[in-house]
């Protein structure tokens, strides 16, 4: 048996934290088993469907790495498809046109809650198709549920699962408007796709036994099933959609690496031992379906950032400049070959959380310095400033081998030179190249911001002292 498990998103918003895990769990399994993974867009409910939302979708599981080995797969390609098992159903009369009004329904519905008996259709049209043959009356097309019995399934989280047939509805397998629903679209793409393994939220197991008993009618092959338990806020209350909290675009617009959001996930509902880091590679081979927990998860962002953290210490320079670049060039600044970015990643990232954190601090490095912003910068507008950076500016002009141990002999020779301290020409440096008081060695921030931009700020800082004293 070849193990086939798909992702299927309704695009109704932003690939979510939930919606990343079951793709990473449904894939990890296809890959431990040399199988294959399905990305399926389910888009027939047209006025649910958010714009951008499948851009966003496809965008994430790249981000992320989670390859995908057919598809996507649009069911609104499909419509044909499930047509005409609708036809075939309402031929074996295994389905049903009920001509029920919104307003019956409604009635109904309200009559059935004050006699608090759980909402339910009450199957008029089932029996009764000869009433209604004029055909401009809408109507939708409903699955004759079984009356009786139970349906079991073997949840491989979960275990043995039971619901009794007279809890079940029967179940709208196409809208008024002609459009086929959720739960119909899934079973005959889950059936004619031959998935082996629904791997989901727990948040679907109410539409299980409904699905069995449609796959059951149509003569399909019923696969398993596994229901992760839900993910909870930190304060324990179930994310909903709206919540931004759980959008992977934030993630990655705060500076998470793939790596770091993957270990981070795959850990919410899921444990090997006390492991807590997990390559790629680790993840595939030790991943299970059994232990997946069956209590709720909660989402600890300090976790994830200490992930993060964890993986700018060990990722390679090569993945770290590649992550840092696209995140850079998402924000539509271009790194230009003048500075050492790589330099900088080598010896500074290791300190940073995310990203967007290292980014910011060396905004310096790519973008360009406002000397007005600086505090107290009346303080640094001297003549004698004028003289030093000039001083600095010429001798680094003339300084051909670029390393810390020459940068750090030009300093001192200024230092000899005016008579004054280490630390006041580091200042100086310090604000003319980054506009900020505080940087990490200033011999290093030199080392690969470059001569060229250096000369540069240095004379652009010169300029700004003139200006202020000719005011
Ligand atoms: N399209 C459904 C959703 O986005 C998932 C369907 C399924 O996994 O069976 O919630």
């Given at each position: ?7 299927s998103p309704s695009p109704t ?27 399926r867009i389910e888009d027939t409910d047209i006025q649910r469907i958010k714009k951008?939302s499948v ?17 996507p797969i649009y069911q609104s390609d499909r419509l044909k498809i499930y047509q005409d098992i609708i036809l075939f159903m309402l031929?074996?009369?295994?389905a049903y046109k009920c001509y029920c009004s919104q307003?019956?329904l ?15 259709y ?13 055909s401009n009356i809408p109507y939708v097309i409903r699955f ?25 509805d029967d179940l709208i397998l196409q809208r008024s408007n002609g459009t086929p629903t959720y739960n119909f679209c899934v079973v005959v793409d889950d059936?004619k ?14 539409n299980?036994?409904r699905q069995?008993?449609l ?257």
């Open positions: 048996m070849k193990i086939t498990t798909r992702f918003g932003f690939l979510h934290i939930g919606g990343v895990r079951t793709a990473l769990y449904s894939w990890l399994f296809a890959r431990k088993y040399g199988g294959s993974f399905i990305l951008d851009t966003d979708i496809l965008f994430g599981l790249k981000y992320l790495g989670l390859s995908w080995d057919k598809g031929k074996k009369k295994i307003k019956r409604e009635k109904l519905r309200k009559k059935q809650i004050l006699n608090k008996k759980k909402p339910k009450d199957k008029k049209c089932r029996n009764a198709l000869f009433i209604f043959k004029k004759k549920n079984p009356d009786k019995g139970f349906v079991t399934f073997k949840d491989m989280v979960r275990g043995n699962i039971r619901f009794s047939n007279e809890e079940l059936w796709m031959n998935i082996t393994h629904v791997i989901r939220g727990d948040d679907h197991i109410n299980t036994p069995i008993n796959l059951n009618a149509l003569g399909a092959e019923i696969p398993m099933y596994a229901h992760a338990s839900m993910i909870l806020d930190p304060s324990r209350k179930k994310l909903s959609k709206r919540n931004n909290v759980m959008s992977l675009k934030s993630y990655i617009e705060e500076g998470f690496v793939p790596e770091a959001i993957l270990n981070y996930i795959v850990r919410l509902g899921w444990s090997y031992k006390d492991k807590e880091i997990f390559s790629r590679e680790e993840m595939i081979s030790l991943f299970n379906l059994k232990s997946i927990s069956k209590s709720p998860s909660i989402l600890n962002y300090k976790k994830l950032l200490w992930l993060n953290h964890y993986y700018f210490n060990h990722l390679s320079l090569k993945e770290k400049y590649k992550y840092f670049s696209t995140y850079i060039k998402d924000k539509k600044i271009i790194l230009d070959s003048k500075s050492d970015i790589r330099g900088l990643i080598k010896d500074f990232l290791c300190h940073y959380n995310t990203l967007k954190e290292f980014s910011i601090s060396y905004s310096y490095f790519y973008e360009d310095i406002n000397l007005s912003k600086v505090d107290n910068m009346h303080f640094y507008c001297s003549a004698m400033n004028v003289k030093i950076l000039k001083f600095l500016h010429q001798n680094f002009s003339l300084l051909n081998v670029w390393n810390t141990k020459n940068i750090l002999e030009e300093i001192q020779k200024s230092v000899l030179y005016f008579k004054i301290f280490f630390q006041d020409v580091a200042i100086l440096l310090r604000i003319g190249i980054s506009g900020k008081k505080n940087t990490p060695n200033i011999s290093s921030i030199i080392l690969y911001i470059g001569k060229d931009k250096l000369l540069f700020r240095i004379n652009n800082f010169i300029e700004y002292i003139k200006y202020y004293l000719n005011k």
